[in-house]
C-alpha cells in the first residue's frame, strides 16, 4: 500500500476512535464540571468535590484523545513535497 493511502488511514481511524470520543469526553467532564458548581443542586458537599474533580479528569482525558488524531497528522505528513534542487543553478564554489 502507498505512504499517503496508509497516512489517510491512519488519520481517518485515529479520527474515528479517540477524536469523536475525546470530544464526547470533553462534554461531559465540562458538564461535570458546571453541574457540580450550582449551589442549589441536591448533592453533599464531598459529592459535589468529587464530580468536579471527576469532571476535570475527564476533561484532561478528553483532550489527549483529541489530541491523538492532530499527533497522527502530524507524524504521517508528506515531507516528500520540498523541491529537490538541480545542479544546472549551482554556482561553483572557485567563484566565491
Given at each position: ?56 479528569i ?7 484523545l ?31
Amino acid at each position: 500500500m502507498d505512504k499517503k493511502k496508509t497516512s489517510i488511514i491512519l488519520i481517518i481511524l485515529s479520527s474515528l476512535l479517540c477524536g469523536i470520543p475525546g470530544l464526547a469526553a470533553f462534554c461531559l467532564g465540562s458538564m461535570s464540571i458546571l453541574g457540580s458548581l450550582i449551589p442549589t443542586s441536591d448533592l453533599t458537599q464531598a459529592d459535589s468535590k468529587m464530580a468536579f474533580i471527576g469532571g476535570i479528569i475527564i476533561v484532561f482525558l478528553g483532550l489527549i484523545l483529541v489530541a491523538t488524531p492532530i499527533l497522527a497528522w502530524l507524524l504521517t505528513r508528506n515531507t516528500n513535497n520540498q523541491r529537490e534542487t538541480s545542479s544546472e543553478g549551482v554556482i561553483p564554489e572557485e567563484d566565491f
